[in-house]
């Protein structure tokens, strides 16, 4: 049962990287109406993701690094990225992948390749998950609660004001569909119902927004430490607490997702490989 619990846990991390406001202050108000604006005009984007797990299994620690480059045209949807994911005692097992995203009409084609070749699979926009960087953004600046200006930092070389909120209801329940948890306890037996239950108990995601005085958004991170600690709590209780020992206790100690953008509007364009092209589905 320990082997299948860790299990659990890596399946969790791996498939996570592939999801009106109130009491604001003028300034913050017009800054975010700013950058809800500026955002619809943008043409392409690049951006890097890092998205950081820290967690203990009684005297075990698991922490993951998962990371993406990535370069985004938004319309038509083009995408190419660079993705790897590796245990920080374990990097000899990097995973490490190549892929494009293509949208041509109403389907989706994404290109991918693991070292074994490539492969083409169909996907669906909300799939891509924290991938899709331009949709992301532009849902936080619509969703994010309370948000509150906690002054200005520097990042790279643009001045940017930092605004910190919460994320809840329909956002929150689409960055949890996203990020895989539903799939991955499926997997030890867990229903999609259940877990679903337990939107209730996360109050809200925190999310902090680094908005430069142009309104682009040039950085943002999304605290998902206690998603991940209730869908593991509520994980082993569905399961059978008492089928588990005390040394098999999953704390997480830290969990969130960081990405930071660039090139608005001037990412150099690519073509999608005629061998991914080829490829079957």
Not at 119 to 141: C, R, W
Not at 145 to 168: F, N
Not at 178 to 198: D, F, H, P, T, W
Not at 225 to 246: H, P, R, S, Y
Request: aromatic share 6%.
């Amino acid at each position: 049962m320990k082997q299948k619990l860790r299990y659990f846990c890596m399946a969790m991390i791996a498939v996570m990287a592939f999801a009106g406001c109130s009491n604001k202050d003028s300034d913050t108000a017009a800054l975010l109406e700013k950058a809800q604006q500026k955002m619809t005009e943008i043409t392409s984007l690049q951006a890097t993701m890092t998205m950081n797990v820290k967690m203990t299994m009684g005297s075990e620690e698991i922490s993951t690094v998962t990371s993406a480059d990535i370069a985004a045209f938004v319309e038509p949807l083009k995408m190419k990225l660079d993705v790897s994911s590796y245990m920080e005692k374990d990097t000899d097992q990097k995973t490490i992948m190549e892929m494009y995203v293509q949208k041509n009409e109403n389907e989706i084609n994404v290109f991918s390749n693991a070292g074994a070749g490539w492969v083409q699979t169909t996907a669906e926009d909300s799939s891509l998950g924290q991938f899709q960087i331009y949709d992301n953004i532009s849902g936080y600046l619509s969703a994010i609660d309370s948000p509150v200006s906690k002054g200005t930092e520097k990042i790279g070389d643009v001045s940017t004001v930092r605004v910190k909120g919460i994320l809840k209801g329909e956002t929150m329940e689409q960055i949890i569909e996203e990020s895989g948890l539903l799939s991955s306890a499926q997997s030890v037996g867990i229903s999609q119902a259940q877990l679903k239950e337990m939107y209730s108990e996360i109050d809200g995601l925190p999310l902090t927004l680094w908005i430069g005085e142009d309104g682009l958004v040039y950085q943002y991170e999304t605290d998902i430490k206690k998603l991940i600690q209730v869908v593991m709590d509520k994980t082993i209780a569905l399961i059978g607490a008492d089928q588990f020992d005390e040394d098999m206790k999953i704390s997480v100690q830290s969990a969130n997702i960081s990405v930071r953008c660039n090139e608005f509007d001037n990412v150099e364009d690519f073509e999608i490989p005629a061998e991914a092209l080829a490829a079957k589905q």
